[in-house]
């Protein structure tokens, strides 16, 4: 479909950020100029607060502030002392981030495929792909669906290898009752800004409960340095900076009230879409919480459905098109088609509607009547 400045506004999108912002405008503006009349943008008050307050909110010791994601990820594996010569498991269906970061610090990616029914790493495959470079295993719980993270641990502990958790979809999503990223020896988180805690440009954090590895993260985000132009490990330039631990304090507030709306947002969407044999719509792995950054269902004729909402003003994504093992930048790792056959199965298959907290249930119906107009017309 072809964006005019008419059909821009009547747009239903997959996260819709103006929406966001403007629920909190008055708050992050306020937080914002408090930094820009503080003068003062690294490494200072806000980041120390919000670090504070992100680990009280996932339960764990300490947060670390990070520039992405991805170097939250790089930054862990660094502090494990895992690089060059060292192989890292992780999910095939993953976000190339993942294996990026992998790559960064100096590791070699190891793909395993993934269950079918919750799209997360196949736990019974982990041991099979363990080797004696082996140093430590990724879980990523996507979407926002906690994996089976016991057994991710007894695979871990019977090899004596490392678990850092990539939490990036998974912000106050819990797995017995316990938020995800405190299982495993440390937890990574993104703040892109679609994110269920999202702030307006890069950011990260590393979450954990030693404080030997906190410290060394510490180090590390600052090329080393535990004060200024004393350098005692090597390290890189990964800062989460002033104004954008200001927008996520303001945030963090608010988020245990918009997964309770998007857990809504999901049943609704569950509801509506009963009946149409043609969907299969996602559900919570056993003993968790699913906090739903995206809602992803599975569909025949995928292509054809994206392409009938587009027209109708309903933005989709596919979250991810190309399993890594597939991704020319990862053919020297010797994978090859057919060597997943779960990854690629549902990579044909999944489609990501829209789902952020200010979304109306109108708007819900109204796509979910869309798709059912679809099937029926087939």
Not at 83 to 105: K, L
Not at 148 to 163: G, Y
Not at 217 to 234: A, K, S
Request: proline share 3%; hydrophobic share 40%; with cysteine.
């Amino acid at each position: 479909m072809r964006i005019t400045k008419n059909t821009i506004g009547s747009r239903i999108l997959v996260s819709d950020l103006k929406r966001s912002y403007r629920a909190q405008s008055r708050e992050i503006d306020k937080a914002v100029l408090r930094v820009l009349n503080s003068g003062w943008y690294i490494l200072g008050y806000e980041l120390e607060a919000f670090e504070n307050e992100f680990a009280r909110y996932n339960g764990s010791r300490y947060a670390v502030g990070v520039a992405s994601g991805t170097e939250a990820i790089q930054l862990a594996l660094m502090s494990l002392s895992i690089g060059r010569g060292d192989e890292v498991i992780t999910a095939v269906n993953t976000a190339i981030p993942t294996a990026m970061a992998i790559i960064s610090a100096g590791a070699r990616p190891r793909f395993v495929d993934v269950d079918e029914g919750t799209a997360n790493i196949n736990t019974d495959a982990l041991a099979e792909a363990i080797t004696r470079r082996t140093k430590a295993i990724i879980p990523v719980h996507l979407y926002g669906n906690p994996c089976n993270i016991d057994e991710v641990l007894n695979v871990s502990r019977k090899h004596r290898i490392a678990v850092v958790e990539d939490c990036a979809q998974a912000h106050g999503a819990k797995y017995k009752n316990k938020m995800v990223g405190t299982f495993g020896d440390v937890g990574t988180y993104s703040f892109y800004p679609t994110k269920n805690l999202g702030c307006y440009g890069d950011g990260g954090a590393v979450v954990t409960d030693s404080k030997v590895l906190s410290k060394k993260i510490g180090l590390l985000r600052n090329y080393g340095q535990p004060t200024r132009y004393v350098c005692d490990i090597e390290g890189i330039n990964s800062r989460l900076d002033e104004i954008q631990a200001a927008i996520l304090r303001v945030k963090l507030q608010y988020l245990s009230r918009s997964i309770v709306r998007r857990i809504e947002i999901a049943a609704l969407y569950e509801k509506c879409l009963k009946g149409i044999s043609e969907i299969k719509c996602p559900s919570a792995a056993k003993n968790s919480r699913h906090s739903f950054h995206l809602y992803v269902i599975r569909c025949s004729r995928r292509n054809d459905l994206k392409e009938s909402l587009a027209k109708n003003g309903i933005e989709t994504q596919i979250h991810y098109p190309i399993s890594l093992h597939l991704q020319k930048a990862f053919k020297h790792l010797g994978y090859g088609k057919g060597d997943f056959p779960v990854a690629e199965k549902l990579s044909r298959e999944i489609l990501s509607l829209p789902i952020f907290p200010e979304l109306k249930d109108a708007e819900v119906i109204k796509i979910c009547g869309y798709i059912a107009e679809f099937y029926k017309g087939i």
